[in-house]
């Protein structure tokens, strides 16, 4: 009995190699990446329209709740100051990111290779993280002259530990009988830092760098509310509080969509160097076809 395919079901071949490529599938995994991003960019627009409408529909006041297109219109209008505070932000979450991967990876190394330095230092380590930011944020504040130092201090106690926990979890995971294997082949300190503990260590460095980036925003942020900063060089929490204080709410709610972007950009950023450093060997990253 004969049996005859469809165009979708019969496997073509690459030109020249004769290997059969599912073209069915090769849609399928193109439509699925489109819809990735049309659903939720349609989703927004939807959204976005239905509060456009709804504000002018029962016409609330603009310093009740400014509509869309109102806030769009301050960000134009305000656009030189709020991208100065917006600067400001970045910098600040940015820095604070830095020393926090600097040193949680640095003192997670410790620990992971020295049981006395953790059980000297690790409690230290748990104190900043349970102790509330804008509790530890005014006594930072009157110690530090700087106010960009204090307020990256707050920032970086927000990022530290996630960055320090899944450093030593990641170094401290790898396979038992792999470390056994490298002792027997007596590898060096060096060769099993690079060839075992690192790529070990790699995926719960990087989970925890999408969390410490968010958490390095939300800290900058925090800390600039707890400080009351104000002035010309200062962030978006400044430009919040200036425009609560001012009755300024359409300016407000621009503030906090450049803010909501920031974080958005962030997530985004660390996802992509996810999937460069693990997407071609380790199996949170790598896409299999069904």
Request: hydrophobic share 55%; net charge positive; proline share 5%.
């Amino acid at each position: 009995m004969s049996t005859t395919l469809t165009a979708d079901q019969a496997p073509d071949r690459e030109q020249g190699t004769g290997a059969p490529v599912n073209t069915a599938h090769l849609r399928r995994a193109k439509r699925e990446r489109i819809l990735t991003w049309v659903m939720p960019v349609t989703l927004l627009i939807i959204a976005v329209c239905l509060w456009e409408f709804l504000v002018w529909y029962h016409e609330i006041p603009k310093y009740l709740i400014p509509a869309p297109s109102l806030i769009a219109e301050t960000l134009v209008r305000d656009f030189a100051s709020l991208m100065a505070s917006s600067w400001f932000t970045v910098k600040l979450t940015v820095f604070s990111l830095a020393l926090a991967i600097v040193g949680g990876v640095f003192l997670g190394a410790l620990f992971a290779l020295s049981r006395p330095v953790e059980l000297s230092l690790f409690p230290f380590a748990v104190i900043l993280q349970v102790t509330p930011v804008v509790a530890i944020a005014p006594l930072i504040l009157i110690y530090v002259d700087s106010t960009f130092a204090a307020l990256l201090i707050c920032a970086w106690i927000v990022a530290f530990f996630p960055i320090l926990t899944n450093t030593v979890i990641g170094l401290r995971s790898a396979d038992h009988n792999l470390r056994d294997l490298f002792a027997m082949y007596r590898a060096t300190p060096w060769q099993k830092l690079r060839y075992l503990l690192v790529p070990s260590a790699l995926p719960y460095f990087m989970a925890a760098l999408r969390v410490a980036g968010g958490l390095a925003l939300i800290g900058a942020v925090v800390a600039e509310f707890v400080a009351g900063t104000a002035g010309q060089h200062t962030g978006l929490a400044s430009r919040i509080i200036e425009s609560s204080f001012r009755s300024e709410i359409p300016r407000m709610f621009a503030a906090l969509f450049l803010v909501s972007v920031l974080g958005i950009v962030i997530f985004l950023l660390t996802t992509w160097a996810s999937h460069r450093v693990l997407g071609h060997w380790h199996e949170s990253e790598i896409r299999r076809e069904h």
